[in-house]
């Protein structure tokens, strides 16, 4: 009796052992055709504390100087804390040596008026966003692009931001090449992680004339793609990557910076040949992909 009740566990712990092996093994069809947004649980769940220390690690990540994206004082990063507020890069700080006093929580509610209201002044703008901050104390201020943040985690529904400068992304978004590479895509995980195209936005003076102009291209890509944005490109200016989790930022910033090198390289030799419109559309909207996608964020 003894044998037989052994050999019994034995075997449940070896289906369960089985099982636990091969469950990554199979995708479940409703799992692959969910948006692999709605695939993860980040976000509302974190500390407001886990989120500052994610921020940092983001931010400084994205300022290594190895990586070539920013210098000195460039570039910026945000996430949500909630549906009222959400943490900023401050102003002047550098992304490279930036701690966690770098950073400022913002209330969402003014600086979003500031877009369908915009003050006369840059002095009136200023005041208003640094009345925005949630504990008016800090020594610190909100970025001057903290309008684009705002409107671009509450407009995509995104929770992490972030904005770079990189080298070779610049170098076509300072050539009369900018809008070809922002439109297109060469290889097909370029499209998986970036998106079937990117949010062309024409040079603006920083700040919320910028902002304003972003959210009238952001709002056109999503009346035709029917999602948010993965990659914004601002001709003479930068880019953005918009995430659900700080590696989807890190992600899609890298992504699209091996997309400008290859576009660069292919004009040194020639002309890049850029994926059909039909075989993008095809391989951002597999299943597969879709699933596979999901485990990138």
């Known amino acids: 009796m003894m044998v037989c009740q052994l050999a019994s566990g034995i075997w449940q712990i070896s289906k369960l052992v089985w099982g636990c092996l091969c469950a ?3 995708v479940p069809i409703d799992c692959m055709l969910k948006p692999y947004a709605a695939l993860h649980t980040w976000g509302p769940d974190m500390s407001q504390q886990q989120k500052r ?3 940092l690690q983001l931010t400084r990540t994205l300022g290594e100087p190895h990586r070539e994206y920013v210098i000195i004082g460039e570039g910026n990063t945000s996430c949500r804390i909630d549906d009222d507020a959400f943490f900023i890069k401050a102003s002047g700080q550098q992304m490279e040596t930036i701690t966690a006093d770098g950073f400022v929580a913002v209330n969402f509610e003014p600086v979003l008026a500031l877009l369908d209201n915009p ?3 840059y002095s009136e703008i200023k005041r208003i966003s640094n009345e925005a901050r949630v504990d008016p104390s ?3 201020v909100p970025s001057v692009e903290v309008t684009f943040h705002a409107m671009l985690l509450h407009e995509c529904q995104v929770d992490w ?4 400068h990189p080298v070779a992304v610049n170098k076509l978004l300072c050539s009369n090449r900018a809008e070809a590479f922002a439109k297109n895509r060469t290889c097909p995980d370029e499209a998986v992680v970036c998106g079937p195209e990117s949010v062309f936005v024409p040079y603006e003076d ?3 004339p910028l902002a304003i102009v972003m959210r009238d291209k952001v709002r056109e890509y999503m009346d035709a793609y029917g999602e948010a944005p993965k990659v914004i490109l601002l001709k003479n200016h930068g880019m953005i990557a918009l995430g659900q989790t700080p590696t989807e930022v890190r992600n899609i910033t890298a992504m699209c910076v091996k997309g400008a090198h290859i576009v660069v390289g292919a004009y040194q030799v020639g002309e890049p040949v850029f994926l059909s419109r039909e075989v993008i559309l095809h391989i951002t909207n597999r299943p597969d ?3 596979r996608r999901s485990q990138f964020v």
């Open 24 to 26: 990554p093994l199979a």
């Open 53 to 55: 220390d994610e921020i």
């Open 119 to 121: 003050p006369d002044t």
């Open 138 to 140: 800090v020594s610190v």
């Open 161 to 164: 931001v972030g904005h770079t």
């Open 206 to 208: 920083p700040g919320l």
């Open 289 to 291: 992909e879709i699933y």
